[in-house]
T-cell receptor
Framework: GEDVEQSLFLSVREGDSSVINCTYT??????LYWYKQEPGAGLQLLTY?????DMKQDQRLTVLLNKKDKHLSLRIADTQTGDSAIYFC?????????????FGSGTRLLVRP | DSGVTQTPKHLITATGQRVTLRCSPR?????VYWYQQSLDQGLQFLIQ???????AKGNILERFSAQQFPDLHSELNLSSLELGDSALYFC????????????FGSGTRLTVV
């Protein structure tokens, strides 16, 4: 089946690195995504990684993918108070050829000044 | 502006009523996905349309229905509303196969009183 799991909460100090973890179940997923949702706002695509990659870096963001363990992580370097938000991991559930996104429950990141 | 337009942004209605939520996809995208985000359920996939045809169904109640019109905009109809239907409803659009091209609208916040 398709399932994505994330820890619910993470608190870090401003300037530290944040690491948000995610596990997924669909080994056929071709893309995996990280979305950010600020309070009262929609979903903003932060970054994505193709399944044949191990790592992707985009400015302060680093995505690591361990296909064997079906584990995805998002590292935010030099975390700022503006990074406080809910972060969703998502995989493409394509078993029914719909390519719908399956989301984790979201990790609430709190950045303390 | 993400390119995906959802209207209305907010909707307050009474139990038992019927509402219609509207979504205009990003130019060129043929797929439209509807998601429900409630406090206790996270982001749940409801239904997907591709070029006017239903492609996949998720956890969509029988009281809910959707369609995609020839101009590719989509409507989600919610009827016999209950208090538990209060949620944020998101629409997303993508090209065929998704890839990195999922774009979300800003959502419609439905409050049933």
């Amino acid at each position: 089946g398709e399932d994505v799991e994330q820890s619910l909460f993470l608190s870090v100090r401003e300037g530290d690195s944040s690491v948000i973890n995610c596990t997924y179940t669909d080994s056929s997923s071709t893309y995996l995504y990280w979305y950010k949702q600020e309070p009262g706002a929609g979903l903003q695509l932060l970054t994505y990684i193709f399944s044949n990659m191990d790592m992707k870096q985009d400015q302060r963001l680093t995505v690591l993918l361990n296909k064997k363990d079906k584990h995805l992580s998002l590292r935010i370097a030099d975390t700022q108070t503006g990074d406080s938000a809910i972060y969703f991991c998502a995989e493409v559930g394509g078993m029914d050829s719909s390519y719908k996104l399956i989301f984790g429950s979201g990790t609430r990141l709190l950045v303390r000044p | 502006d993400s390119g995906v337009t959802q209207t209305p942004k907010h909707l307050i209605t009474a139990t038992g009523q019927r509402v219609t939520l509207r979504c205009s996809p990003r130019s060129g995208d043929l797929s439209v996905y509807w998601y429900q985000q409630s406090l206790d359920q996270g982001l749940q996939f409801l239904i997907q349309y591709y070029n006017g045809e239903e492609r996949a169904k998720g956890n969509i109640l029988e009281r809910f229905s959707a369609q995609q019109f020839p101009d590719l905009h989509s409507e989600l109809n919610l009827s016999s509303l209950e208090l538990g239907d209060s949620a944020l409803y998101f629409c997303a659009s993508s090209v065929e196969g998704g890839g990195y091209g999922y774009t979300f609208g800003s959502g419609t916040r439905l409050t049933v009183v």
